[in-house]
């Protein structure tokens, strides 16, 4: 079992910045897969990036890159997004998952949920 807390969602104007954490408890291998997933309103949850635990390679969605970043703390058990040149578009609640995955951008595998943390852009 894998215990997951996002934190620092918010509001921000469009070409801003946020960063957003996860905090994980519980047991957690290298081989485990880390990654956060956003949901729109009225829309289907869509993939944003992944980090294997044991690994250093991020992967991202198309829509993301360039501007978002995502980072881990092996140490901490903490997992951070690092969110620049926000736009309206990137508004909707973000979830941080975890789970031993063969696809790292698919919810396949995503055995465990934080409760999500709410980012709003502000055009």
């Known amino acids: 079992q894998v215990q997951l807390v996002e934190s620092g969602g918010g509001l921000a104007q469009a070409g801003g910045s946020l960063r957003l954490s996860c905090a994980a408890s519980?047991?957690?291998?290298?081989?485990?897969?880390v990654g956060w997933f956003r949901q729109a309103p009225g829309k289907e949850r869509e993939f944003v990036a992944a980090?294997?635990?044991?690994?250093?390679?991020?992967y991202y969605a198309d829509s993301v890159k360039g501007r978002f970043a995502i980072s881990k703390d092996n140490a901490k058990n903490t997992v951070a997004l690092q969110m620049n040149s926000l736009k309206p578009e990137d508004t909707a609640i973000y979830y941080c998952?975890?789970?031993?995955?063969?696809?790292?951008?698919?919810?396949?595998?995503?055995?465990?949920w934080g409760q999500g943390t709410q980012v709003t852009v502000s055009s």
């Open positions: 519980g047991r957690i291998y290298s081989s485990n897969a």
């Open positions: 980090i294997r635990w044991g690994g250093v390679r991020p």
């Open positions: 998952a975890f789970g031993f995955v063969d696809a790292l951008g698919a919810e396949r595998g995503y055995d465990f």
